[in-house]
């Protein structure tokens, strides 16, 4: 069964440093997202990517942030200097969308990637 | 905007005992309804879904009826076992916005 898989499963960085999550999406999906989560708490929304541009995004996501499609399989989020408060768990999602009016498919998740920022 | 409200937890109960986890939402447009489950450790996965007024959404013995007269989502199970400890998290989709969460409901179920 086709899945999105995320590397690294756990990244440990020291605070002012880039890191960059890496995601790649089930194949023939055409949406795809970054969503977060700090440890015990609700899921948040930061990006969705459509036709190699950002088609929505969150207030959490802001100038320390962006987001990549380097190739056809990729899909990478950058954090440019983490902070403290960027440890959380970051989950890679896709959907695929139909033609015309047929909308609102689910969302496929990868594992996740926890980040801890020390 | 989009927003889901969840019933705070955790939700402790014995096995085989009946489970209800209340959902309800607010939309713009005509939204797509998903229960979502995250197992100790794991990622999260789609447990069941619910694409118009009055579909019930079905998985695993879990079912969710989709009443947009009360903008609701209730997930309920008969009979839960230890295997459904988890966090659930009800979710909307409207267009082709991204999913909407809840804050998402702990289950504990006790043997």
């Known amino acids: 069964e086709p899945e999105v898989t995320q590397t690294p499963s756990h990244q440990v960085t020291q605070m002012g440093q880039e890191v960059i999550l890496r995601c790649v999406p089930i194949s023939n999906h055409l949406y795809f997202y970054w969503y977060r989560q700090i440890l015990g708490q609700k899921v948040e929304f930061l990006v969705s990517f459509y036709n190699n541009e950002i088609s929505e995004k969150s207030e959490i996501f802001d100038d320390q942030f962006s987001v990549e499609r380097p190739d056809g399989s990729n899909f990478t989020l950058k954090i440019r200097s983490t902070k403290l408060e960027d440890s959380a768990m970051y989950f890679c999602a896709s959907s695929e969308n139909g033609a015309g009016s047929s909308l609102n498919t689910e969302a496929f998740f990868g594992q996740g990637t926890r980040l801890t920022v020390v | 905007g989009n927003s889901v409200t969840q019933m705070e937890g955790p939700v402790t109960l014995s096995e085989e005992a009946f489970l209800t986890i209340n959902c309800t939402y607010t939309?713009?447009?005509?939204?797509?309804l998903f229960w979502y489950v995250q197992y100790p450790g794991e990622g999260l996965q789609l447990l069941l879904k619910a694409t118009k007024a009055d579909d019930k959404g079905s998985n695993k013995g879990f079912e969710a009826t989709y009443r947009k007269e009360t903008t609701s989502f209730h997930l309920e199970k008969g009979s839960v076992q230890v295997s459904d400890s988890a966090v659930y998290f009800c979710a909307l989709r409207t267009g082709r916005r991204a999913l909407t969460f809840g804050s998402g409901t702990r289950l504990q179920v006790q043997p």
């Open positions: 939309a713009t447009g005509y939204p797509s």
